[in-house]
């Protein structure tokens, strides 16, 4: 149990566009969500905590404008990238929160290029 | 801040060798976890060290969180192919239940 899906595995969208990514937590309901970015042999950086019903709580750094977080439902969280610019190339992993504090589980990541 | 730093940031070693990876912090955490991420995938929860001193052993993998709460090992014994990948420990931050932040990495390679 504890599969986190994401979608699409990867994306490449010109400048200026929009991209929608999905994370879905397929055998469970998550109340929490996390979005986090990784850079090439980098480690990941959390970018904003998602809490289904409630707005999304964004770390120091993320524009909360640029990065539109929804989460709907226990089920499904969404990060739209808007106005995509070759900078916001990267590798976006979303994770949900289970139950106790400790239990987070990761989605396979979405590798977005923009061009 | 509460930053967690990996040693070594890479290693490159043979089959049947044994290796450690060290993640540090000034800060005291409640817990520490290790993943293992592979090339395009999300990262694998392999443990969760809660208590000071604490040792999990999973396989040929042995974890130890230590007493102070403010590091953590991971030893391989024997390391195959089949371990290569990222390395990450993580920890909660101070005040939140599950904001996690990770450690800088240990990129692992076996080979032959």
């Known amino acids: 149990g504890a599969v986190v899906s994401q979608h699409p595995s990867w994306v490449i969208c010109k400048s200026g566009t929009s991209v929608k990514i999905e994370c879905r937590s397929l055998?469970?309901?998550?109340?929490?969500m996390f979005w986090y970015r990784q850079f090439p042999k980098q480690s990941l950086m959390l970018m904003a905590t998602s809490n289904e019903g409630s707005k999304a709580t964004y770390e120091q750094g993320v524009e909360k404008d640029k990065f539109l977080i929804n989460h709907a439902s226990l089920t499904l969280s969404t990060l739209t990238v808007t106005s995509a610019h070759p900078e916001d190339s990267s590798f976006y992993i979303c994770?949900?929160?289970?139950?106790?504090?400790?239990?987070?589980?990761f989605g396979p990541g979405t590798r977005l290029t923009v061009t | 801040t509460q930053l967690l730093e990996q040693s070594p940031q890479f290693l490159s070693i043979q089959e049947g060798e044994n290796l450690t990876v060290y993640c540090n912090s000034s800060?005291?955490?409640?817990?520490l976890q290790w993943y293992r991420q592979e090339p395009g995938e999300g990262p694998v929860l392999l443990v969760t060290?809660?208590?000071?001193?604490e040792v999990k052993k999973l396989k040929r993998l042995t974890f130890q969180f230590g007493d102070a709460r403010k590091d953590s090992s991971l030893h391989i014994t024997a390391a195959q192919p089949g371990d290569t990948g990222l390395y990450l420990c993580?920890?909660?931050?101070?005040?939140?239940?599950?904001?996690?932040?990770f450690g800088t990495g240990t990129r692992l390679q076996v080979t032959l």
């Open positions: 055998d469970f309901q998550a109340t929490t």
């Open positions: 993580a920890g909660p931050l101070t005040g939140t239940a599950s904001k996690l932040t």
């Open positions: 800060s005291v955490f409640s817990s």
């Open positions: 994770s949900a929160r289970r139950g106790g504090p400790y239990e987070q589980y």
């Open positions: 060290v809660v208590t000071g001193g």
